[in-house]
């Protein structure tokens, strides 16, 4: 079974632009939550979505922003990028959106944003 | 608000040696989970064990075990006879019941090299 995929594997951009993340979760689930790792640091919480609703989102401007999609797919979209936004951005998806905190997050590779 | 400390950057043995991973958390919350990741160079985070803040038995799975301990808000993670392939950087996280959102809150990470 295919796990969680991400597109594209490495891109490079400069500052200014935009960029367009994307993430397909594990066959079934419904979950996706987008997370930012800048080297040498642990993952930060971005964005989570559960059946097309965002159900949290961490301390980022609105700079970023994310969708879900009817087949469970999301995309992630950083406007005016600035050279911090470097990092690996991974995606995640659930079975189901578990706010108790017993969540199993199953993690893709990630993107990995250079801004130049 | 939580966070979650791994003071140990990065830690070099050689194959066969036992290593200690620390993890120190810090919430108000009393129900709470606790995480233990890793991520080869790959970059996909791997899940490895869940823990509730109501179950301090410690776990051993394999050459793996986890002491979890609340009185001093400890969660570490030793690996025994540690082998080349444990190389990678594993990562401690806590997940709280936010009432709608499952996230996340990971440490800095600590970094193991095992040689030979």
């Known amino acids: 079974d295919a796990g969680v995929t991400q597109s594209p594997t490495h891109l490079i951009k400069t500052r200014g632009q935009h960029v367009t993340l994307r993430c397909s979760p594990i066959s079934g689930h419904k979950s996706v939550s987008w997370y930012q790792q800048v080297l040498g640091q642990g993952p930060q919480f971005i964005f989570q979505?559960?059946?097309?609703?965002?159900?949290g989102r961490g301390n980022f401007p609105d700079r970023f922003s994310a969708r879900q999609f009817p087949n469970y797919s999301s995309e992630l979209n950083v406007n005016a990028l600035l050279l911090g936004d470097s990092a690996l951005y991974l995606c995640?998806?659930?079975?189901?959106?578990?706010?108790?905190?017993?969540?199993?997050?199953?993690f893709g590779a990630g993107s990995r944003l250079t801004v130049l | 608000a939580q966070k979650v400390t791994q003071a140990q950057t990065e830690i070099s043995v050689v194959e066969k040696e036992d290593v200690t991973l620390d993890c120190v958390y810090e919430t108000r919350d009393t129900t709470y989970y606790l995480f233990w990741y890793k991520q080869p160079p790959s970059g996909e985070l791997v899940f490895l064990i869940r823990?509730?803040?109501?179950?301090?038995q410690n776990e051993i799975s394999g050459r793996y075990s986890w002491n979890f301990q609340k009185s001093t808000s400890s969660f570490n993670f030793t690996i025994t006879a540690s082998q080349v392939v444990d190389s990678a950087v594993y990562f401690c996280?806590?997940?709280?019941?936010?009432?709608?959102?499952?996230?996340?809150?990971f440490g800095t990470g600590t970094r193991l090299q095992v040689t030979l």
């Open positions: 996280a806590l997940s709280l019941n936010t009432g709608t959102a499952s996230k996340l809150t």
């Open positions: 995640a998806s659930s079975l189901r959106s578990d706010y108790s905190g017993a969540n199993v997050l199953t």
């Open positions: 979505y559960y059946e097309k609703e965002e159900r």
């Open positions: 823990r509730n803040s109501f179950d301090e």
